[in-house]
C-alpha cells in the first residue's frame, strides 16, 4: 500500500535525521572538551609558573645580595627548564625534566649540608617543595590530556548533571565574593593569611570561615610552609569561570 511505503519512507528519515543529530551533538561536545582541557592546561601552566616565581622571590639569603641573586638567577633557569617544555605541550619530556630538577635540588641541598652551608639548605629545600607540588599538577595535566581510554574516564554530558551535588560541591563554595577573592590571591601568588586579608579587607574568625569553606570542599589545600594552594578542582573552577567571563563580555 502506498500509504505504508510514505511511513516507511517518513520512518527512515527520521531515524536519518536522529543519526545525524547525534553525530552533530558528539562532535560539538568533543570540540567543547578539547577547548575546555585546553583551558585547564594554560591556567594551570601559568599558576605553576607563578607558583615558581613566588617561591624564588621569597628566598632570603643571609650571606649577600650578589651571592643571592646569582642563586635566585640559576634556581630560574633550572625550573625554566621543565616549564618551557610544559608551555609548547611536552607534557612527558617536561616531567622528565622536573623530575631531574628535583634531584639537583636534593644533591645540593646535601652538599650545602656537608659544607656547613645549612641557610643554603633550607631555600634549596623550600624550592623542592614548590617543585613537588608542580609535579603533582603535571601528573594532573597528563590525566586531562590522556586519552579517555587510557584513564577510563566517562566525558559528562548536561543530563548526567547532579543538581544538588553540583550546588554543594562547587556553586556554593564560590558563590561569594570574598572567597573568588581569596582564590585569585592564591593564583597571583599571595598564599598566606595577612594576604587573605590584604585582599578581602576581612580578619580573624570573618576571613578564617571563608578559607574553611574553600579547604573543606578541596578548592584550596594547606601546605607545610601554612601557604595555601589552589587545588587542581579549584583551578578547573577559575579556567570555567575565567571562560565564561569572557564569554559575558562578548555578549
Known amino acids: 500500500m502506498r500509504v505504508s511505503k510514505d511511513l516507511i519512507d ?3 528519515e527520521m531515524e536519518k535525521l536522529r543519526t545525524e543529530t547525534t553525530l ?22 601559568d599558576y605553576m609558573t607563578q607558583n615558581t616565581v613566588g617561591a624564588i622571590k621569597a628566598l632570603n639569603c643571609p650571606k649577600d645580595q650578589k651571592t643571592e641573586l646569582q642563586c635566585k638567577e640559576w634556581l630560574v633557569n633550572l625550573q625554566n627548564n621543565y616549564i618551557s617544555k610544559l608551555r609548547t605541550g611536552k607534557i612527558q619530556e617536561s616531567n622528565q625534566a622536573l623530575t631531574q630538577t628535583l634531584v639537583a635540588l636534593k644533591n645540593d641541598a646535601e652538599s650545602a649540608i656537608k659544607e656547613n ?3 643554603c639548605a633550607t631555600c634549596l629545600n623550600k624550592i623542592s617543595e614548590t617543585v613537588t ?17 587510557a584513564n577510563n574516564e566517562e566525558l559528562n554530558t548536561v543530563s548526567n548533571i547532579d543538581p544538588a551535588k553540583l550546588e554543594t560541591e562547587i556553586l556554593n563554595p564560590v558563590a561569594h565574593s570574598t572567597r573568588l ?3 585569585l590571591s592564591i593564583f597571583q601568588g599571595n598564599s598566606r593569611f595577612a594576604d587573605f586579608t590584604q585582599c578581602t579587607n576581612l580578619s580573624g574568625g570573618h576571613l578564617l570561615y571563608h578559607i574553611k ?26 579556567a570555567l569561570l575565567t571562560q565564561l567571563g569572557k564569554e559575558e563580555q562578548s555578549t
Not at 558528539?26 to 585546553?38: F, M, P, R
Not at 608542580?134 to 594532573?140: R, V
Not at 569553606?213 to 577559575?238: C, F, M, Q, S, W
Open 181 to 183: 577573592k581569596i582564590m
Open 117 to 119: 652551608s645549612q641557610d
Open 10 to 12: 517518513l520512518r527512515n
Open 133 to 149: 607540588i608542580n609535579s603533582a599538577f603535571l601528573g594532573d595535566l597528563n590525566t586531562l590530556t590522556s586519552p579517555l581510554q
Open 213 to 238: 569553606k574553600l579547604n573543606k570542599h578541596g578548592l584550596i589545600a594547606k601546605d607545610p610552609t601554612r601557604e595555601y594552594r589552589l587545588t587542581l578542582k579549584g583551578i578547573r573552577v577559575l
Open 24 to 45: 552533530r551533538l558528539d562532535l560539538i561536545e568533543h570540540q567543547l572538551n578539547k577547548h575546555v582541557t585546553l583551558n585547564y592546561m594554560k591556567v594551570i601552566v
